[in-house]
């Protein structure tokens, strides 16, 4: 420039930038806002996708590898388990993705770590990075495992009328954030459609036990009533 800044050319650059500086933060904080708004709208999308895969499978094998498959992808998380009661014990029926810490078959009980005390509670929870719980979870680990140490959870339970059947948990999530609230709900929401689903495919299950147990007796029936006639036969003769 030809001619030095004046105090007032100063002091209007200053009064431009400043507005500048709050018109910028504005149309990033709409766009933050936008961003959040559509990925909630594509996660209630993947929600109502999983309910129509989940209820389209009655087979209980399947959904056990199907429910963690699906809540991991939703969720964007490193691994995704599912916990059932069986005959009383919380045991590790389904997982999907990379946990050290647990493996398949593996029991959880009051005071044994978070899944246990959780599933006492039977209500959702999300744990922060800093809770001392995650020392108990991660306390088996190799030194090649620690990356994949457990660092942020959420966890819900599943539902059946009411009685808990069992838990949903994800842990750290593939982008390397702690989860949030908006995660928890998404997961409690897949939660209650995991239960429905797993209701339904044991309901088939039970009904399938009914009608091998009544063909297990007919055929017993005829079998008993062969041999009793083969019997009569034999005197007879």
């Known amino acids: 420039y030809e001619n030095p800044f004046t105090a007032e050319s100063l002091e209007l650059a200053e009064a431009v930038a400043g507005t500048a500086a709050v018109a910028l933060e504005s149309a990033l904080r709409y766009e933050r806002e936008r961003n959040s708004h559509f990925g909630s709208i594509h996660r209630l999308t993947q929600v109502y996708d999983l309910e129509k895969v989940l209820h389209s499978t009655l087979e209980l094998d399947d959904l056990l590898r199907l429910i963690p498959e699906k809540v991991r992808d939703i969720l964007k998380a490193r691994g995704v388990n599912l916990w059932l009661f069986d005959d009383g014990k919380l045991l590790l029926k389904g997982q999907s993705g990379v946990d050290p810490s647990v493996a398949l078959g593996a029991m959880q009980a009051a005071g044994t770590g978070y899944i246990g005390d959780l599933a006492e509670i039977g209500e959702p929870a999300l744990i922060e990075p800093e809770d001392g719980r995650f020392e108990l979870r991660n306390r088996y680990l190799s030194e090649d495992q620690r990356e994949?140490?457990?660092?942020?959870?959420?966890?819900?339970?599943?539902?059946?009328?009411?009685?808990?059947?069992?838990?949903?948990?994800?842990?750290?999530?593939?982008?390397?954030?702690?989860?949030?609230?908006?995660?928890?709900?998404?997961?409690?929401?897949?939660?209650?459609?995991?239960?429905?689903?797993?209701?339904?495919?044991?309901?088939?299950?039970?009904?399938?036990?009914?009608?091998?147990?009544?063909?297990?007796?007919?055929?017993?029936?005829?079998?008993?009533?062969?041999?009793?006639?083969?019997?009569?036969?034999?005197?007879?003769?």
């Open 148 to 237: 994949y140490a457990v660092r942020s959870a959420i966890v819900a339970p599943l539902l059946d009328n009411g009685a808990e059947i069992g838990l949903l948990e994800a842990i750290n999530r593939a982008d390397g954030a702690s989860f949030d609230d908006d995660d928890l709900f998404f997961l409690v929401a897949m939660g209650e459609t995991a239960s429905s689903a797993l209701r339904n495919a044991s309901l088939v299950f039970a009904e399938r036990k009914v009608e091998i147990l009544h063909a297990l007796v007919k055929v017993s029936t005829e079998i008993t009533s062969t041999l009793r006639l083969a019997r009569v036969l034999e005197t007879v003769v």
